[in-house]
């Protein structure tokens, strides 16, 4: 059983920054492929970034590209995503989750574990 727990949320002005982090529970976080989804009220959930085993290889879904960075630490167990630019649009629910098989993808179904989120807000 994995747990994550994520962190960093809150109320922030467009165009300003925030940095999510996400820690997991258990020994093989190092294995694990890692995502960050997004979601609002009766919405599905949005693919936004998500990182390999290592860190040496990211994707980003095109509204964030270039804004976001998705990274991880494995010896602290955590992956982070730094929130450049933010834009009211960005107002979501933000969830990590973890694929144990450690291949990176951008549809959520194939994702094992899942955090409870964090609320991020944008104002105009």
């Known amino acids: 059983q994995v747990q994550l727990v994520e962190s960093g949320g809150g109320l922030v002005q467009a165009g300003g920054s925030l940095r999510l982090s996400c820690a997991a529970s258990g020994r093989s976080f190092s294995n694990y492929a890692m995502g960050w989804f997004r979601q609002l009220p009766g919405k599905a959930r949005e693919f936004v970034a998500t990182i390999n085993w290592s860190g040496g290889s990211t994707t980003y879904a095109d509204s964030v590209k270039g804004r976001f960075t998705i990274s991880r630490d494995n010896a602290k167990n955590t992956v982070y995503l730094q929130m450049n630019s933010l834009k009211p649009e960005d107002t979501a629910v933000y969830c990590c989750?973890?694929?144990?098989?450690?291949?990176?993808?951008?549809?959520?179904?194939?994702?094992?574990?899942w955090g409870q989120g964090t609320q991020v807000t944008v104002s105009s």
């Open positions: 989750a973890a694929e144990t098989t450690g291949r990176t993808t951008t549809y959520a179904g194939l994702y094992d574990y």
